[in-house]
């Protein structure tokens, strides 16, 4: 029970940490489905850079790796580094989509939806590199900082 109220206490600061994981683990499972999404024309860019299993195994599991570094830095501890590591990923996929679909000619609202979720990132790792500051010892022990 321990650990599910520090997760929840932790929760409302993490929210967007935690929808960028889950849509990148989203992005990713439905990538490594059978159906073929890279013969879409908003993927076409994508699939120069690799095929479509290299980037759902990438997105997946890059996504649940978050996930679990999200939890243990919520219920156990601090770590502020691994998360802006995620966020630094999690920004270049999801700027990496945006061109993706907008070099496509596609008319689709992807485009501004996935720059807007990298423009988050980007807030994420501000975050990240602001807890960064804070001593070790002070993050551990929850002690007050400057």
């Excluded at 996930?67 to 590591?85: D, F, H, K, Q, T």
Aim: glycine letters at 14%; a positive charge.
């Amino acid at each position: 029970m321990i650990i599910l109220s520090e997760l929840r206490r932790h929760f409302p600061v993490r929210r967007l940490e935690w929808i960028c994981a889950g849509i990148i683990t989203g992005i990713g499972l439905r990538l490594l489905d059978p159906a073929n999404s890279f013969a879409q024309p908003a993927w076409r860019e994508l699939a120069v850079w690799a095929d479509e299993g290299t980037w759902g195994a990438l997105m997946f599991w890059g996504g649940l790796l978050r996930m679990v570094i999200l939890a243990y830095n919520g219920a156990w501890r601090p770590s502020p580094e691994l998360r802006g590591i995620c966020a630094i990923g999690g920004g270049l996929i999801f700027a990496a989509l945006a061109l993706g679909v907008e070099a496509s000619g596609v008319a689709s609202p992807g485009a501004v939806t996935y720059a807007f979720l990298a423009l988050g990132e980007g807030s994420n790792i501000w975050i990240a590199a602001t807890d960064a500051r804070v001593p070790y010892g002070e993050r551990l022990h929850g002690k007050p900082h400057r």
